[in-house]
T-cell receptor, first 113, second 113 residues
Framework: GAVVSQHPSRVICKSGTSVKIECRSL??????MFWYRQFPKQSLMLMAT?????????EQGVEKDKFLINHASLTLSTLTVTSAHPEDSSFYIC?????????FGPGTRLTVL | EDQVTQSPEALRLQEGESSSLNCSYT??????LFWYRQDPGKGPEFLFT???AGEEKEKERLKATLTKKESFLHITAPKPEDSATYLC??????????????FGQGTTLQVKP
């Protein structure tokens, strides 16, 4: 099956700093990737759709200037949380579509102190 | 508005005690219903896709079924290793791909030996 990786798996940062999360498709090319956020005891909420070579599209209520998405190649999308605050602490998960199936990365646990 | 509701929120079973998880959905023009398994601190793992009412799919001790308004995930003679959160999801109406998923809240299953 298709494999999606994320790096780092967990990160702790101070309030006000920026954090970059990488999402890679290891054995396939992905023109479109998706970024989800999951708060404790809650389900996944779609944040944005990352399109290779073009701007990402954001879901309603997600600040595009705070969550910067770059999809510079067919195997890599990055999510940068800018000026992170404690309320941004969450589990961030990316996914990519292969033959109408969504394959998810292992997630990145972000803790903002 | 597209909506996915899962029940029960939590389920505790003894090993070998079969049961079913429910996923009710309201979406215009269903383009697939997805079941995922999520272990703590991990990304969702794909289980099944169902496309039309009456369809059934099986994998080991799991069987997923679909009607026009809901899906069931039947677990036959579960083992402790089946303990996880089970998520169902449907693609957003109007989305051009299946990656923009609307997730239910999940059912957290605990199987005791």
């Amino acid at each position: 099956g298709a494999v999606v990786s994320q790096h780092p798996s967990r990160v702790i940062c101070k309030s006000g700093t920026s954090v970059k999360i990488e999402c890679r498709s290891l054995d396939f090319q992905a023109t479109t990737m998706f970024w989800y956020r999951q708060f404790p005891k809650q389900s996944l909420m779609l944040m944005a759709t990352s399109n290779e070579g073009s701007k990402a599209t954001y879901e309603q209520g997600v600040e595009k200037d705070k969550f910067l998405i770059n999809h510079a190649s067919l195997t890599l999308s990055t999510l940068t949380v800018t000026s992170a605050h404690p309320e941004d602490s969450s589990f961030y998960i990316c996914s990519a579509e292969v033959s109408t199936r969504q394959f998810f990365g292992p997630g990145t646990r972000l803790t903002v102190l | 508005e597209d909506q996915v509701t899962q029940s029960p929120e939590a389920l505790r079973l003894q090993e070998g005690e079969s049961s079913s998880l429910n996923c009710s959905y309201t979406v215009s023009g269903l383009r697939g219903l997805f079941w995922y398994r999520q272990d703590p601190g991990k990304g969702p793992e794909f289980l099944f896709t169902l496309y039309s009412a009456g369809e059934e799919k099986e994998k080991e001790r799991l069987k997923a079924t679909l009607t026009k308004k809901e899906s069931f995930l039947h677990i036959t003679a579960p083992k402790p290793e089946d303990s996880a959160t089970y998520l169902c999801a449907v693609p957003q109406h109007g989305s051009s791909n299946t990656g923009k998923l609307i997730f239910g809240q999940g059912t957290t299953l605990q199987v005791k030996p």
